[in-house]
């Protein structure tokens, strides 16, 4: 089911693969609309993704492209878009990859709190040199992973296109301001998602 989506903001679906995966792996973030056209937000965003949340993934993680909505009413904008040139396309972490059913699990964090695991992002696995072992990020990998997130954040920020919550529930309910991201030290796994 779709997140609605009211007037002055957008989603965006961040499209993985890897050589292993039975389908994509995808991240859903909302954004506030800034005064630039849909197709300039795509190419801000994703050139943000692509430089620094691509680059905590594993060498074989290779980046799809996105698909961003706007507006959910009689007029709605649904566009497709592949990976913005210039930028990588492929996880920065190294070629030996953990499972695909490891995930880099965020946190969005919000000023109004929340229910527990609302604004969880679970991003596409990290490679085996990325970690201290099969459970957890290795400390300077850590340490990196928050620098590459917190310049994610300020970038979008700056250009007006804050990150933001949707909700599903009422008609429409107004998105949440994200105002930090946290990355977690222990890898998600698809065993533990099953029990939160």
């Known amino acids: 089911m779709a997140n609605p989506i009211p007037d002055g903001y957008n989603e965006v679906v961040f499209r993985h693969t890897t050589p292993?995966?039975?389908?994509?792996m995808n991240c859903i973030w909302g954004f506030v609309n800034n005064t630039e056209p849909a197709e300039e937000q795509i190419a801000n965003i994703q050139a943000a993704w692509q430089e620094n949340m691509l680059d905590?993934?594993?060498?074989?993680?290779?980046?799809?492209?996105?698909?961003?909505?706007?507006?959910?009413?009689?007029?709605?904008?649904?566009?497709?878009?592949?990976?913005?040139?210039?930028?990588?396309t492929t996880g920065g972490g190294?070629?030996?990859?953990?499972?695909?059913?490891?995930?880099?699990?965020?946190?969005k964090r919000t000023p109004l709190g929340g229910r527990r695991n609302r604004g969880r992002?679970?991003?596409?696995?990290p490679a085996i040199n990325q970690t201290?072992?099969?459970?957890?990020?290795?400390?300077?990998e850590l340490v990196a992973d928050q620098i590459k997130?917190?310049?994610?954040?300020?970038?979008?920020?700056?250009?007006?296109?804050?990150?933001?919550?949707?909700?599903r529930s009422g008609p429409v309910a107004i998105p949440t301001i994200i105002t930090s991201?946290?990355?977690?030290?222990?890898l998600a796994t698809q065993r533990g998602r099953n029990r939160d």
Do not use: K, W
Not at 121 to 125: A, I, T
Not at 181 to 186: D, G, L, P
């Open 20 to 24: 292993t995966s039975s389908g994509e």
């Open 56 to 88: 905590m993934m594993g060498n074989a993680v290779t980046y799809l492209g996105c698909i961003y909505r706007e507006g959910t009413g009689d007029d709605p904008i649904t566009l497709e878009a592949p990976p913005e040139p210039g930028h990588t």
């Open 94 to 107: 190294g070629a030996d990859m953990l499972p695909d059913m490891a995930a880099i699990l965020l946190q």
């Open 121 to 125: 992002c679970y991003l596409p696995p």
């Open 132 to 140: 201290a072992d099969s459970n957890s990020l290795s400390e300077g």
């Open 149 to 167: 997130v917190d310049t994610f954040l300020a970038f979008l920020e700056a250009s007006f296109q804050n990150p933001v919550l949707l909700h």
């Open 181 to 186: 991201i946290t990355v977690a030290a222990r």
